[in-house]
């Protein structure tokens, strides 16, 4: 099976850092692509930014409320995601959860608490 183990969230200040990781584990033998999706209290999971491989090339999307400030990154060697979350504001706040697609399987990581407040 296929382990997914999140960090790095906490508690930062509007107009903060943080930088969250989700390394995989388990039965991989190629990962085709590799998200954040984000659960506010009261609203439905959204998706944050997802990257995915092509030959040389790492093509990303993000959703356009964190467009410019959220930066997804993979480390294909450690099948690590990273998501470098800039300018911070309190409507980011959420759990964040990992998410890595390997073939036609999604797989979930247990979520990270990010909270933005002064």
């Known amino acids: 099976q296929v382990q997914l183990v999140e960090s790095g969230g906490g508690l930062v200040q509007p107009g903060g850092s943080l930088r969250l990781s989700c390394a995989a584990s388990g039965s991989i033998f190629g990962i085709d692509a590799m998200g954040w999706y984000r659960q506010a209290p009261g609203k439905q999971r959204e998706l944050v930014a997802h990257?995915?491989?092509?030959?040389?090339?790492?093509?990303?999307n993000y959703a356009d409320s964190v467009k410019g400030r959220f930066t997804i990154s993979r480390d294909n060697a450690k099948n690590t995601a990273y998501l470098q979350i800039n300018s911070l504001k309190p409507e980011d706040t959420a759990v964040y959860f990992c998410v890595v697609r390997v073939g036609v399987r999604d797989y979930w990581g247990q979520g990270t608490q990010v909270t933005v407040s002064s």
């Open positions: 990257i995915t491989r092509g030959g040389t090339t790492n093509y990303a």
